[in-house]
């Protein structure tokens, strides 16, 4: 699918699609795995739960974040799939990161998860086929092709490891 077959465009999906790029739904997914693979676990440890600024989440929470909104997602896309009829409500962020326990795993653990959950979401675009990949999904807010979800869990995962990489990594020192 390309990026350009979007139907209905709000901001948040323009956002989504310019991170993304020209890069098709299942190459997308991929390269988010690779750069899963490419993290310096070490370097997270030794930056361990320092924030860049009081009240910010921690690494932890950070990939914690990443895994719980990835699985709210892939639920999304289960129901438009599977022509269920629901329409998904928003979730609160704050709240969800707020009651994790994140900060209790370990980095390893977190990393792992991460990407078991995008294997699994994978495998799961993989299986749908060109119809469902494009059924339309109406929102509580928006609207939007299906297979722009994977590239919204792509797009959140870029973005939040740009966020790793411009404010925590220099903590590392």
């Known amino acids: 699918m390309?990026?350009?077959?979007?139907?209905?465009?709000?901001e948040f999906l323009a956002y989504v699609l310019e991170l993304n790029g020209d890069?098709?739904?299942n190459e997308a997914l991929q390269l988010s795995l690779d750069q899963i693979d490419e993290l310096d676990i070490a370097q997270l440890n030794r930056i361990?739960?320092?924030?860049?600024?009081k009240g910010k989440w921690t690494l932890h929470r950070i990939l914690q974040h990443l895994i719980d909104w990835?699985?709210?997602w892939c639920f999304r896309a289960i129901i438009f799939a599977r022509g269920e009829g629901t329409?998904?409500?928003?979730?609160?962020?704050?709240?969800?990161?707020?009651?994790s326990n994140a900060d209790?795993?370990?980095?390893?653990?977190?990393?792992?998860?991460?990407?078991?959950?995008r294997q699994s979401t994978i495998m799961m675009f993989?299986?749908?086929?060109?119809?469902?990949?494009?059924?339309?999904?109406?929102?509580?807010?928006?609207?939007?092709?299906?297979?722009?979800?994977?590239?919204?869990?792509?797009?959140?995962?870029i973005h939040h490891f740009n966020v790793i990489k411009e404010r925590y990594l220099p903590l590392d020192t």
């Open 70 to 72: 990835e699985r709210i």
């Open 87 to 99: 329409i998904p409500v928003a979730h609160d962020q704050e709240i969800m990161g707020k009651n």
């Open 126 to 157: 993989q299986s749908f086929n060109k119809e469902i990949l494009e059924t339309n999904c109406v929102f509580f807010e928006y609207e939007m092709p299906l297979y722009t979800i994977g590239l919204t869990i792509t797009a959140h995962q």
């Open 2 to 10: 390309k990026n350009q077959e979007v139907k209905k465009n709000p």
């Open 23 to 25: 890069t098709e739904l």
């Open 48 to 53: 361990g739960l320092k924030t860049y600024e």
């Open 104 to 117: 209790e795993l370990s980095i390893e653990q977190l990393v792992n998860e991460l990407r078991a959950v």
